[in-house]
């Protein structure tokens, strides 16, 4: 019993028979005596309709009328799902974003939400009311429409549930959790009972996109407990929390890969402060995203800075290195498209010394060359070719034990 | 050069290629020096979608939640209009009805304007924007979402040209006018230069379905200049103004008729006080809306009361007053569904006697029998055998001149 916030996704609620599933699962969570704040998104499709519509009309549709256009498509939801529940006896009443005053700034198609004020919605649950929200939508200081960007009606859902100081919030999705790594590549792949929000963050921004990010972060700030629940069939899920002190930790919590990324590299770099900020900011000026930066000792009073980029800015970035060769002087510019990049992540890597020296050792012995590494506190990230990426994922998921439960399960959908 | 107010209807924006021609039209307005308000109705279809999808989930669907549902499908055709407005130069902004304080009462999917808050659009046009807005909607006073029920796009447009004072209303549709009848029923039938705001509503009233009745009523109340245009072809239109002194007047403007009606008739009626209330109260107290009401003189202390109500209603209104015959007491109930009811209209008709006698001799020179008659001051309607409708119809448009325009065109388009 508590206050529930439960988030759908597009998929969810893809058309009326999964609208029907969807407002059984809110009034299974009503009739277990929670008071229930429900968060969706656009029927799955319905957004790409949008788009497709604007896109026959202009190349570059005016960002502040496409979030005009796009809130229409959760603002459909919201008022299915309440006919839905009110034709089956239950109060309930659908909110827009702009009508809970969801307020973003102006940043149309990636706002950010400033501020929520709930008591709108408090006062309908202290009614009995079911509240169904829009997600992905706001509006900001001067009234206008803003969305947040794809996804983020999973941010809807946690900043709700932060405001309202909600005991839960679920997302469902069409995953019934957060896995050690893609099944698709390890059929071992076991669904985590429990993680924590940095463990999330780091899979999440890795490549395992079950949730937004921004979620994540927001959720871990305001410690909101988050549970992503498959909203196909009944199940456990996964439970996103801080770290818990008597908990036994498990040294590696899961695997992260990213096929998406690219290797340049600058050699012969002058030993001189400003050489990295010389070279990556034609990159950054450009609006390419740096992944990876890693730059090792000096050798000779020079050195060699690596860097990652996404795939499809790989010939962008190289021709923008090109000139530095002469102007910085360097001694020359590689590349590599064809990479991956193989994380492994866990909290317990904190208290566990020697877990990368193992992973080394664990892709070694598949002759898997290592080409980059950097690590962080909770994660260890190298670079490899990528026709080793499924090798080395498998490898490392059985070196670590991850197909074995770590915790016993607890079924937090009671 | 002014302020005008357009709106186009569904069938105007019911694909890309229809935006695109709607987007000319306001451009040419623009460049023409003009401030330009748009109102725009859900694209041709949208509606009905919406709602088979509510009643794919209920029979009877909440009206709040309907309301929400179907205020999507305009506040879509909003932002496609601006994207493509903006796309080709053009400074515009979109508003949905509660976004520019269309206030409204409560009373969900037929709800009343009760007023606009018209600072927004000033200012928005003061710094050169094409203004967008939602018709059909508003929000009441609690900020919930409400419509104005089918072809509220009008009264919305109208309310807004009252607001801000227009100096023309321009409502675009699939109709290049009002015309002296229909026709399919009398192709000599022709479009009128003007009408006026009486003229109007008596036409709409009984069956001419170019303007939603309200409105005119609005129109006529504020003295807005009402333009009715076609958005599929240029041309001159009809303009509904207040009657002007110098102008002359034709005596018939136009023919109305309804064939969805059913006749009643209780003889033999108590000459008493309340015996006509008596008769009707059931009737009303079923919802049933009568219209025609006539009443003979006293013949023998008994009268006869007859009226006529929608067709689909007539079984019913017959079950309501057989127990009338014992109670009050009455003689017999007797009725007729097969009928029709023609109706000639004109403010001439004040000034000219005689109208109503010409009227009855071109029916009767036809052979047509007429079974009651009502007037009044700019109307005098008859009803009929629903067979004789069409040659009535034709020997009255004939008889009234009404093939001839009486007032040189006016191109009010310029």
Redesign the interface.
């Known amino acids: 019993m508590g206050l529930w916030v439960q988030k759908y996704g597009g998929t969810s609620v893809g058309s009326?028979e999964r609208?029907?599933e969807v407002v059984e699962r809110i009034i299974r969570a009503k009739r277990q005596g929670n008071d229930v704040v429900v968060v969706v998104s656009a029927m799955a499709g319905e957004t790409n309709r949008?788009i497709e519509?604007?896109h026959?009309?202009?190349?570059?549709?005016?960002p502040?009328?496409?979030d005009?256009?796009l809130?229409?498509g959760e603002?459909?939801t919201?008022?299915?799902i309440?006919?839905?529940l009110?034709?089956k006896g239950f109060l309930s009443?659908?909110y827009?974003g702009?009508?809970v005053h969801i307020r973003t700034d102006s940043a149309h198609g990636k706002a950010r939400i400033l501020e929520i004020d709930e008591k709108k919605i408090r006062a309908d649950l202290d009614e009995g009311r079911i509240v169904v929200v829009a997600g992905f939508q706001g509006s900001d200081s001067e009234?206008n429409?803003t969305t947040l960007g794809r996804g983020g009606s999973d941010t809807t859902a946690v900043a709700l549930a932060a405001a309202l100081k909600a005991d839960r919030c679920q997302i469902y999705t069409d995953v019934d959790g957060v896995y050690t790594t893609d099944p698709r590549i390890e059929p071992a792949a076991r669904r985590l009972a429990r993680i924590t929000f940095e463990e999330m963050l780091e899979m999440a921004s890795l490549g395992a996109k079950v949730l937004q990010l921004r979620s994540v972060e927001f959720a871990g700030k305001y410690n909101v407990p988050l549970q992503v629940l498959s909203s196909f069939e009944d199940g456990p899920g996964t439970l996103i929390t801080y770290e818990e002190k008597e908990m036994e930790q498990p040294v590696v919590s899961g695997i992260a890969f990213n096929k998406n990324e690219a290797k340049l590299t600058i050699t012969g770099v002058p030993d001189e402060p400003g050489a990295a900020y010389r070279i990556l900011q034609p990159i950054s000026d450009a609006n390419i995203d740096v992944d990876v930066i890693v730059q090792n000792t000096v050798r000779d009073s020079s050195t060699d800075l690596s860097f990652t980029v996404q795939r499809e800015d790989y010939e962008h970035a190289l021709q923008l290195l090109e000139p530095l060769i002469e102007s910085l002087p360097a001694k020359a510019v590689t590349g590599d498209n064809k990479i991956a990049k193989i994380s492994i992540v866990g909290v317990g890597m904190r208290s566990h010394p020697g877990i990368a020296s193992k992973m080394f050792s664990v892709l070694a012995k598949e002759g898997i060359n290592i080409q980059l590494v950097t690590t962080s506190e909770i994660k260890t990230s190298v670079v490899i070719d990528e026709k080793y990426l499924e090798l080395g994922v498998r490898a490392l998921h059985a070196a670590f034990d991850l197909e074995k439960a770590p915790t016993e399960e607890v079924d937090l959908t009671k």
Chains 1, 2 share one sequence.
């Open positions: 009326l609208i029907h949008l519509m604007a026959g009309l202009s190349f570059d549709p005016d502040r009328e496409m005009v256009l809130s229409t603002q459909s919201i008022a299915l309440c006919i839905l009110i034709s009443r659908s827009t702009a009508q009234g429409i």
